[in-house]
């Protein structure tokens, strides 16, 4: 015996899986000298096995499923061992496996799981009678452990398999609902971008609207002026009762009046481009090289409307020599937030004057702006959550929460610059940077 299982021992070492079974009933059927030798899982549910290795004449051969109904494999399923040394045919007419196969004994020996369920079987079968049978069971024994552990683990990693597939694909479709979620999340942020732009394109409308009513104004009042003088001029001229003296005053008015009408209308027609030119950057990602000082005053030139009527004062200090490849865009669109948000929350029931001050001052990696108000300021509670989108202390007067929070992703994502709040005893302060686009 100890030969036997010294044998079986070292000819299953080192193999797992299928390669184990393969090599224990190898072993078996040598040491056991039986015609045929299986190891088979049964599945109760359909009343049937199916065999993990099957040795048929000392040789491998592929693996069957077969009915456990009328066989011996039954009582070895049902935990039982199964030893029949001789007469197994007339034990069991109706299992034609028998038959075929010139099966004169059988010893079947039953395999348990953790829990103690039968999960499978080993068996030996031969053509010529046993002597005796209880050697072949004890050392299906012996080794039933060994298959029975290594059947386990299988299961464990078919289930550990099966578990991971399972949570692969709960991971691709999470993961498929968040990029969705994240899509939709994007788009909505797009939308409200572009809204906020657009209720700040509204603004500037509305300030550039009064802004140029100014001066057409003026120009209307210099045009009738003009067209009453030359009324009176074209009447003397045509009745021939035209004086110098009455040339002299024609003259004396038009050279009042008409720089007057021009001025104004020179006033206006400026206000609209720079307008045009600020809106249309202000949708626009492209880069363009601008002058820092002269564009800057370009977009502060569209908001005189609003700041006159709220009669904020805005002082620029910046070197009309510097010169940048930017995205000019994104420029329109912080200083607007933040001259909005200072009309908004800096200056709203405050008294005045109101200033705001812009300095741009140059460094080794681009520019650096330095924004300030003399308006309320702000607590240690609204710092912390002032770039959040959609935080706003003025949710009842409209206020959407978005202005600071499009500025500080255009400031560190287009303009690659970042954003820093100093601490300031009175109003509100922000400085940001920017640098040059030039490859």
Not at 76 to 87: E, F, H, N, T, V
Not at 155 to 177: S, V, W
Not at 222 to 248: C, M, P, W, Y
Not at 299 to 308: E, H, K, Q, Y
Request: proline share 3%.
């Amino acid at each position: 015996m100890d030969n036997q299982l010294r044998q079986i021992i070292e000819g299953v070492a080192n193999t797992r899986g299928e390669a184990f079974f393969q090599a224990m009933t190898l072993q078996l059927s040598q040491v056991i000298k039986a015609d045929f030798v299986f190891i088979a899982r049964l599945d109760h549910a359909a009343y049937s096995s199916q065999t993990l290795a099957l040795v048929v004449d000392g040789q491998l051969v592929d693996n069957m499923e077969y009915s456990l109904e009328h066989t011996p494999c039954a009582n070895a399923a049902d935990d039982s061992y199964c030893i029949y040394s001789s007469g197994i045919q007339q034990l069991f007419p109706q299992d034609q496996l028998l038959v075929d196969l010139g099966v004169e004994a059988y010893v079947g020996t039953p395999l348990h799981d953790l829990q103690g369920k039968v999960m499978g079987i080993v068996v030996a079968m031969y053509r010529q009678p046993v002597s005796e049978p209880e050697q072949v069971t004890t050392l299906f024994t012996i080794f039933s452990g060994r298959i029975e552990a290594e059947m386990e683990r299988l299961d464990f990693e078919r289930q550990l398999q099966q578990l991971n597939q399972q949570l692969e694909q709960k991971i691709k479709l999470r993961t498929a609902d968040l990029e969705q979620a994240l899509a939709d999340i994007q788009t909505m942020q797009q939308q409200l971008v572009e809204s906020e732009k657009l209720a700040a394109l509204g603004q500037l409308v509305s300030g550039i609207a009064h802004e140029v009513n100014t001066p057409l104004g003026v120009a209307v009042t210099a045009q009738g002026i003009v067209e009453q003088k030359f009324q009176s001029f074209a009447l003397a001229v045509r009745s021939n009762q035209l004086s110098k003296k009455a040339v002299q005053q024609y003259c004396l008015a038009m050279e009042q009046t008409l720089p007057l009408l021009t001025s104004n209308l020179q006033r206006a027609a400026d206000l609209i481009q720079n307008f045009k030119r600020t809106s249309a950057d202000q949708h626009s990602s492209e880069q363009h090289q601008i002058g820092i000082a002269h564009y800057y005053r370009q977009i502060l030139a569209t908001l005189t409307g609003i700041t006159d009527q709220a009669g904020v004062e805005i002082l620029l200090e910046a070197d009309p020599a510097w010169r940048v490849t930017t995205v000019p865009g994104s420029h329109v669109q912080v200083l607007s937030n933040l001259v909005f948000n200072s009309l908004q929350h800096g200056f709203a029931g405050q008294p005045g004057p109101h200033k705001i001050t812009i300095k741009v001052r140059q460094q080794d990696d681009g520019y650096w702006v330095q924004y300030r108000d003399n308006g309320c300021g702000i607590s240690d509670e609204v710092r912390r959550h002032l770039f959040e989108p959609f935080y706003t202390t003025a949710r009842a007067q409209g206020a959407s929460g978005l202005g600071l929070s499009i500025l500080y992703n255009l400031v560190t994502g287009q303009l690659g610059g970042k954003v820093q709040l100093p601490a300031t005893k009175r109003g509100f302060a922000l400085d940001y940077s920017f640098c040059d686009l030039q490859p």
